[in-house]
């Protein structure tokens, strides 16, 4: 199965370092305005699904085209994150879906435990920050110095982690939703492992500069 | 008392709307590089806190200084937050706290949560959003026709809100983490009362352009 890429409309500044997500065999799915993203990063998309109130280019030949109702209960890139999962994909890349609009970037971080719910991978990205929603289990992280890993609970009070190779550690720490003391760790080497006893947690990737 | 605003050190592209919020008489905190914002707002601010890793300038003669270590649990901005409670503010404005690193971000709406829990009335505002958190409660909101208001449950699985003068309607209405269905409503005139049955809840405000 291959994975599934959904672009959604948020501003993209630097579309050089989205295009380093990208994998032969991506399948592209694009919410309204990430059409014009698409366009950007030179994919063709899939599916293209809307209400056209954000996108200023048209959905290309050998795109599939849903119209969607300007009033509805779920964002465009909800729906496609749906779609997704009713065609299969289990395993999820979200761009286009943070900076500009505060409330589409929060509502996305929601996205992320939807899939997690669903026992799907997913990863939003952005030309300086990653982030998932793991809900249990141990999560293997790849950075380098000049990136903090950040863990925060999400959608819930508190968390239970326990970290290995980061500079700061914790054992069985508990992180709860008003002190976001789980921001700004280090990697010591290359790589640290995050163990979720009690989530979902937010993990939240930033490169410094 | 007069009102305390925090200035963080994220990114600040348009100053000439955050200078809109300020008024005479402010208690300006500055965590690190929020002392290069203030700056470039034309204000000079009665205390910088921070292991000035982030800033440029120099702290004015007048301002106080307080020098963090910079291996510690709270972020610059949440020591300053700390800081204002201690001297007994109760009404918080929080600018330069969104952009750029999504971590802190992320971690800023969790110092919203922090404030609300001890009964002060929060908001964070950007050039583009303005957020708060409400524990619970009757919370009149003012916006215009450009301008979506979002609720999600914040430091909860879900909450329980109503709403009254925006166009989605709800009574009682469920809110969860995972399905961000409060994103992106509108007021019908440019009033909106969202009550909080159980929160926490998180409401921002974005302009649609």
Not at 35 to 41: K, V
Not at 76 to 103: P, Q, S, Y
Not at 143 to 148: E, L, V
Request: net charge negative.
């Amino acid at each position: 199965m291959s994975r599934c890429v959904i672009i959604g409309s948020a501003p993209v500044e630097h579309v050089e370092v989205l295009k380093e997500y990208l994998r032969e065999g991506d399948t592209i799915l694009c919410a309204d305005g990430g059409l014009d993203t698409a366009a950007r990063l030179g994919v063709i998309p899939h599916l293209v699904a809307g209400d056209f109130d954000s996108c200023i280019g048209r959905p290309p030949e050998e795109a599939q085209v849903i119209r969607l109702p300007v009033c509805k209960d779920d964002t465009d890139l909800m729906f496609c994150v749906k779609e997704g999962l009713r065609r299969g994909f289990d395993d999820f890349l979200i761009l286009g879906a943070t900076g500009g609009r505060l409330d589409h970037t929060y509502g996305n971080f929601g996205v992320l435990l939807y899939l997690a719910n669903r026992g799907a991978k997913n990863l939003l990205a952005d030309s300086q920050n990653q982030a998932f929603v793991a809900v249990s289990g141990m999560w293997k992280v790849k950075a380098d110095k000049g990136t903090a890993v950040s863990v925060f609970p999400y959608g819930c009070v508190r968390c239970c982690v326990s970290y290995q190779g980061l500079a700061y550690p914790l054992e069985h720490g508990i992180l709860s939703a008003e002190e976001p003391i789980g921001v700004s760790n280090q990697v010591i080497h290359d790589t640290a492992v995050i163990t979720v006893h009690q989530g979902p947690v937010l993990v939240i990737l930033s490169r410094l500069q």
